[in-house]
């Protein structure tokens, strides 16, 4: 990996020690939008930090049409690197009409909902640090 991930790498890891996760037989689900953040993620996670037993959720919201070519390509490196991937197509404009919520909220509940639905003991995400983070 090159210079520019070498930091990142480092925190990343510091993250993990400091939560005694390394090396123990946890169930991580990284959820990965196709976005360079959670693809940085995904690629520290399959090449820095094998675990036996991790997969990747993607949730298309249905707001951008981009959104399935990102889906696509998270799918074909998961493919690639032999890891679990689920998908899910959200209609998230509806959800959000029906519960009279905003956008984000919507696409935040619908994801959450979806990504426990998957029986991982732990759920990353990924923020770069100008990020506002979903959930603490």
């Known amino acids: 990996m090159g210079n520019c991930m070498g930091g990142a790498v480092k925190s990343f890891k510091n993250v993990m ?3 005694g996760v390394l090396g123990c037989a946890h169930r991580f689900l990284l959820c990965v939008s196709g976005g ?3 693809m940085a993620m ?8 094998p675990m036996e037993d991790f997969g990747v959720a993607h949730l298309n919201h249905g707001l ?6 990102e889906s ?3 799918r074909s490196f998961c493919a690639q690197e032999g890891i679990p991937f689920y998908r899910k197509q959200a209609d998230v404009s ?5 519960n009279k919520i905003g956008i984000e909220e919507a696409g935040r509940k619908l994801r959450y909902e979806f990504f426990r639905s998957l ?3 732990y ?4 923020h770069h640090k100008n990020d506002q983070a979903e959930t603490v």
């Open 17 to 19: 020690e400091s939560l």
């Open 64 to 69: 951008r049409k981009e959104a399935e070519r």
């Open 42 to 49: 995904l690629h520290m996670m399959a090449t820095e930090f």
């Open 72 to 74: 696509d390509m998270v």
């Open 123 to 126: 759920i990353m995400t990924a």
């Open 119 to 121: 029986g991982y003991e």
């Open 94 to 98: 509806r959800y959000a009409a029906q």
């Open 36 to 38: 360079p953040d959670s």
